[in-house]
C-alpha cells in the first residue's frame, strides 16, 4: 500500500479490522478477533484479504499497517556504526525520548506536539482517510539516536506537500546522523511524488535555521510572534524545500 493511496475496503467488516489495527499501532490477532465480535471464518477471510491486497502484514500472530518505505541502510563516521531505517512501532519508547531529549535543549514546537500526538495515539505510523504519518529512525547498538518525521495530509489540495521534522541527541551529533535523515526523508519525498517538503522553526532555534539552510532549504515566510516562550513573543520562521 501507497502512503499516497488512501485506504479503500470492500467491507465494513474489512474496514473494521484495518481501523483498529491503524489506530492501535500492534494489536495481537486473537486480541482483535475478541474485541471486533466477528464470526472466525469471517474475520479469517478478510484478514487474509487485506494482507493480500498489501494493508496489513503479520508477524508471529502480531498485526499492523503494511508500509513499505524503504531499506535499512549502515553508515560509518570515525568509530561510529549506525544504521537508517524505517520506525516501527517498537521504536515508540526511543522515539519519544529522543524528540524529547533534542526539545529539551532547543525549543522546536513542532517537534514536541509530535511526541504529544505519538503518546496520545499510542501509535508510530498512521495512514488513514485524512492523513498519514511516518518515521525514519537512525540507531546506534539498536538505540534510536535521530529520527526524521513526515506527516502527509491526505486532503487533495495538500497531498504535494509534507511536513518534516528531524533531530538528533546532542551525544550523537558531527557525524553526519541529521544530514542522513534529513535526505532519507527528502529521497522519499521525491520517490512518492511530493512537490515540497517544509518545516517551521521558532526564531530563537540558530542551530536548526542554519542546519536547514546549509541543506538547501529556503525561508518561506515568517509569522511575527507566532510562539510565546519564556511569556515573550517569538517568531515563527517557514522553511522549505522544493523536490
Do not use: C
Not at 121 to 143: C, I, P, Q, Y
Not at 213 to 230: M, N, P
Amino acid at each position: 500500500m501507497g502512503v499516497t493511496e488512501r485506504p479503500t475496503f470492500s467491507s465494513e467488516a474489512s474496514k473494521q479490522i484495518y481501523e483498529y489495527v491503524e489506530r492501535h499501532g500492534t494489536v495481537k490477532r486473537h486480541r482483535l478477533l475478541d474485541v471486533l465480535s466477528l464470526p472466525a471464518e469471517e474475520f479469517q477471510t478478510h484478514l487474509e484479504a487485506l494482507k493480500a491486497n498489501g494493508y496489513l502484514q503479520e508477524d508471529g500472530g502480531t498485526l499492523q499497517i503494511d508500509f513499505e518505505f524503504g531499506a535499512v541502510t549502515e553508515y560509518e563516521s570515525g568509530d561510529l556504526e549506525f544504521v537508517i531505517r524505517p520506525g516501527r512501532q517498537n521504536d515508540f519508547d526511543g522515539l519519544i525520548e529522543t524528540i524529547r531529549d533534542v526539545t529539551a535543549e532547543e525549543t522546536y514546537v513542532v517537534a514536541e506536539t509530535i511526541a504529544e500526538e505519538l503518546l496520545y495515539e499510542d501509535a508510530v505510523t498512521r495512514h488513514n482517510s485524512v492523513k498519514s504519518r511516518m518515521f525514519f529512525v537512525a540507531t546506534v547498538d539498536g538505540e534510536v539516536v535521530g529520527w526524521t518525521h513526515l506527516d502527509l495530509p491526505q486532503i487533495d489540495q495538500l497531498q504535494g506537500t509534507a511536513q518534516q521534522t528531524v533531530g538528533v541527541r546532542e551525544e550523537y551529533r558531527s557525524h553526519g546522523i541529521g544530514s542522513k535523515l534529513l535526505q532519507r526523508g527528502i529521497e522519499w519525498g521525491e520517490a512518492n511524488g511530493f512537490r515540497k517538503v517544509y518545516n517551521s522553526i521558532p526564531i530563537t532555534n540558530d542551530r536548526a535555521l542554519e542546519f536547514l539552510t546549509e541543506h538547501g532549504w529556503d525561508t518561506e515566510a515568517i509569522r511575527r510572534d507566532h510562539y510565546e516562550i519564556d511569556g515573550e513573543g517569538v517568531d515563527e520562521v517557514m522553511m522549505a524545500r522544493e523536490l
